[in-house]
């Protein structure tokens, strides 16, 4: 990414892919234009207040008749009051659509802060904060079927945890989940008619002494535990079902369904790769794996226009080699398959669009 400035502010900015957009700006130094650098150009424009809001909005298209302008007004309070979105034309009349307005309310309720949206079909989204300004519920016609509260408090060992709970607002049935600081996640899910509630639940290593803090296992109710083992650079090395009644993944066990991955980096066809390789164990009570991939990608000998190969090997030992191309002068990123056929799957895309596809 190139960025290009100018007495402290960004004029314009040039992604990988060739890809740019302008930016000026008015005598305020607000922002008042983004024009994507684009054979075919859209023009943002701002309008602002005297205090910085940003009062319309407005997308165009140059030499076309269609815009999209975003019209908003606050009140006294520095709240958005209402947005409204219309389409816009140069002929007065030449469309029957009208604008979708959104307005806002806001109250306080207690030591929480309360936001009504109004949506454009009439529903509501009523948002209750804490006055913090973390998330409490979420209510309203507007929003689906669900109710949604968030509670935070502090449990044993000061670890912090935040608990959901979602319940239909015409049924008893509640889902609940539960995460703590470190990432840790509980589910709960109301059962079928005559069923018990499915639990869910991400078991980890602690932090203390020389554990690590990996995830190494998830359970759910009426399911075989899911194991996961690392290597030292804490990256998953095997994972799977223990159907078997002893701990852990057994390479002889006859039920265990154990998945393994390996990453290294070699040095291959004159260049350096990382290359990861995918095994199972097929048969029952036997620890003879079975390969079933391996993916290469290219690490080095790339140039301006080669950006990036990728060769994909199945169990067979059929290749699969995926190049991508740059021209950055045109902005067009080629990406090339050759799945080992007499013909390539080619996909050409001008400023990050489908520029070719050769499907029928």
């Known amino acids: 990414m190139n960025n290009t400035w100018s007495k402290g502010r960004l004029d314009g900015t040039t992604d990988e892919n060739g890809i740019g957009t302008a930016f000026t700006y008015e005598s305020g130094e607000s922002r008042a234009h983004e024009d994507p650098l684009r054979d075919s150009t859209i ?18 298209n140059p030499g076309t008749s269609e815009t999209l302008v975003t019209n908003r007004v606050y009140d006294t309070a520095e709240f958005i009051f209402t947005s409204e979105t219309k389409p816009g034309y ?9 604008a979708v307005t959104t307005t806002f309310s806001y109250s306080p309720l207690g030591l929480n802060r309360v936001t009504t949206t109004t949506l454009p079909g009439g529903g509501t989204k009523i948002q209750t904060d804490y006055t ?18 968030l509670r935070d408090r502090f449990e044993r060992e000061s670890l912090h945890h935040q608990e959901s709970v979602h319940q239909h607002e015409t049924l008893a049935a509640v889902r609940r989940g539960r995460t703590c600081w470190a990432g840790r ?47 030292t650079m804490s990256q998953v090395v095997r994972s799977g079902g223990d159907l078997d009644p002893s701990t852990g993944l057994q390479t002889s066990s006859a039920t265990d369904r154990i998945n393994d991955t390996s990453t290294l980096f070699e040095s291959f066809d004159g260049a350096y790769w990382q290359t990861t390789t995918a095994s199972n ?4 009570s036997s620890s003879t794996a079975k390969q079933l991939s391996v993916t290469r990608k290219r690490l080095t000998g790339r ?20 190049t991508v191309t740059l021209d950055s002068s045109n902005r067009i990123v080629t990406t090339t398959k050759r799945p080992g056929m007499a013909s390539d799957q080619v996909d050409k895309s001008l400023d990050g669009l489908p520029a070719l596809d050769p499907r029928p």
């Open 281 to 284: 164990y097929p048969t029952a």
């Open 43 to 60: 023009v943002t424009t701002y309008v602002y207040d005297a205090v910085g809001h940003v009062l319309t909005e407005t997308v165009s």
């Open 185 to 231: 996640r509980k589910a709960v899910h109301p059962g079928f008619t005559g069923q018990s509630a499915s639990e869910e639940v991400n078991i980890f290593d602690d932090y203390s002494g020389s554990n690590t803090g990996r995830l190494i296992k998830t359970t759910k109710t009426g399911f075989a535990p899911t194991r996961y083992e690392y290597n």
């Open 303 to 322: 140039t301006a226009s080669v950006r990036g190969e990728t060769r994909t090997y199945d169990f067979a030992g059929n290749e699969t080699r995926v």
């Open 90 to 98: 140069a002929t007065a009349g030449s469309s029957t659509a009208s």
């Open 132 to 149: 913090d300004g973390k998330l409490k519920s979420i209510t309203g016609t507007g929003v689906g079927c669900g109710v949604l509260f």
